[in-house]
């Protein structure tokens, strides 16, 4: 009788070592996503919308959670390029009653988020009479999007390749 009240407290002591443990690393391992949220930008261009952070140096690219492709700026046409350039520079944009303009999102192919929080550019279209349908799109997190279909669809933009 001894032995078998040993035996199950050996056994109930191993359980909760087991689920402390595992309570434990689960804990550690939430923290770790909370450490690795983007922190403030300390380049000469803070401030600016969508600008690459230091998050995106560590292979973390601001919107990829949103679950949309990510693709390199160099992947995109040499324009959107052209209209990142601008961006960073604070303008002058070529369509200056359009370009740095709440984007409103109403498609809600983007984030939900709150009125403001998006700006959007032109992207310059080879050939095309008007602005074309080429966009990059800001968020106040420092997301950058491109759509090629006037919003119909979205791919999160990695600036810094």
């Known amino acids: 009788m001894f032995n ?19 309570f434990v690393k689960d804990g550690i391992s939430g ?25 995106q140096a560590k292979g973390k690219v601001a919107g990829a ?12 046409p040499p324009q959107a390029a052209d209209t990142w350039k601008l961006i960073k520079a604070g303008g002058p944009y070529p369509y200056p009653r359009n370009d740095d303009v709440t984007f409103q ?17 032109t ?9 074309g349908a080429r966009r990059l799109v800001t968020g106040t997190g420092k997301e950058l999007y491109y759509t090629e279909d006037h919003y119909k669809s979205f791919v ?6």
């Open 123 to 131: 992207v310059k279209t080879p050939g095309s009479p008007d602005r």
């Open 31 to 55: 923290d770790d996503t909370k450490s690795t949220s983007p922190p403030a930008s300390s380049s000469s261009a803070a401030g600016k919308p969508g600008e690459t952070g230091a998050s």
């Open 4 to 22: 078998r009240r040993r035996i199950t407290a050996a056994l109930i002591g191993l359980i909760v070592l087991v689920l402390a443990g595992w």
């Open 105 to 121: 999102n109403r498609e809600k192919v983007l984030p939900a988020k709150d009125s403001g929080y998006y700006r959007e550019y």
């Open 65 to 76: 959670e949103s679950g949309l492709p990510v693709k390199p700026l160099t992947g995109l």
């Open 156 to 161: 999160v933009v990695d600036a810094g390749r």
